[in-house]
T-cell receptor, first 112, second 115 residues
């Protein structure tokens, strides 16, 4: 079955700098890749997603890139702010499947 | 965006009792709902997938008789932890998905503490 690896497990950056979180997946049939943000004790919230027919997607300070050949995708956050501090999860879903397979999560800390 | 309501947010129960957790989609029809368990500082572990009107599909290692799932309508799924034990203490989160859509919307989670 699908396996999603996420790195790093923790990331600390200075406010205003960029943060990059990377994920790799194993199933070449996967075609949907969402990113969720989870603040402490709160629900995971979708921040951006990408489908396999697109190589990059951007939404203000957040962007996701996908390399289907290498089977990896990355989350890029620019001009980081303290409110970006949270745990971020990547996930992958294969065509025709219902479930998402999540990465292990990255705890992002933005230092003022 | 779509809203998923989960209740209760926190429950304490005695060992041996059963606890029911509700997950409702408030403004869309959730043909598929998912139940996850999350340990502290860990990822979301899928327990089961439920489709409206069908039996739930459980992930390997999850006891179906222990974690009863009912998805009787397009807006409600319930998870019942039967004969709860301290090791069942965890954060349980549901999510819901509309037919034909990939996006899963999550509930706020239920923190279960079994004494």
């Amino acid at each position: 079955g699908e396996n999603v690896e996420q790195h790093p497990s923790t990331l600390s950056v200075q406010e205003g700098d960029s943060a990059v979180i990377k994920c790799t997946y194993s199933d070449s049939a996967s075609n949907y890749f969402p990113w969720y943000k989870q603040e402490l004790g709160k629900r995971p919230q979708l921040i951006i997603d990408i489908r396999s027919n697109v190589g990059e997607k951007k939404d203000q300070r957040i962007a996701v890139t996908l390399n289907k050949t290498a089977k990896h995708f990355s989350l890029h956050i620019t001009e980081t702010q303290p409110e970006d501090s949270a745990v971020y999860f990547c996930a992958a879903s294969r065509r025709g499947a219902q479930k998402l397979v999540f990465g292990q999560g990255t705890r992002l800390t933005i230092n003022p | 965006g779509a809203v998923v309501s989960q209740h209760p947010s926190w429950v304490i129960c005695k060992s041996g009792t059963s606890v029911k957790i509700e997950c409702r989609s408030l403004d869309f029809q959730a043909t598929t709902m998912f139940w996850y368990r999350q340990f502290p500082k860990q990822s979301l572990m899928l327990m089961a997938t439920s489709n409206e009107g069908s039996k739930a599909t459980y992930e390997q290692g999850v006891e179906k008789d222990k974690f009863l799932i009912n998805h009787a309508s397009l807006t409600l799924s319930t998870l019942t932890v039967t004969s709860a034990h301290p090791e069942d203490s965890s954060f349980y989160i549901c999510s819901a998905r509309e037919r034909g859509q990939n996006i899963q919307y999550f509930g706020a989670g239920t923190r279960l503490s079994v004494l």
